[in-house]
């Protein structure tokens, strides 16, 4: 039936109940990351140490939303749950933990170090 049919990636079984779950999961974090943004008063002219933790909470949560707005768009078009740098499955246990990351086991904790060296 599928003979000459080339597919696309199959979507991961082992993934298949879990879906759902993460997505709720990140929907419920991007909500609460849009609360916080707008929660925050980066414009306090009154006080500048304050002003200036917020500056870092909001740049964090920019950057939080950001993984999950690329996690949620990724379950979109099927790519969730692969390395972006070697295309491996990542395992369900990673995902379970950090269910925004874009990296298996073995990358991810080079990309965290890239960044965090990247990041003033
Ligand atoms: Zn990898």
Known sequence: MTAGLVLPAAPRDDLTTLLPVLRRRLEEERAFRLDQLAELDVTDPGDAARRE????????????????????????????????????????????????TRSCGAHWRTEEEALAGSRP
């Open 53 to 100: 933790v917020a500056e870092l909470v909001a740049a964090g949560a920019a950057i939080a939303l950001e993984d999950i707005e690329i996690a949620l768009l990724r379950m979109d078009i099927g790519s969730y749950g692969r390395c972006h740098t070697c295309h491996a499955e990542i395992s369900v246990r990673l995902l379970e933990a950090i269910p925004q």
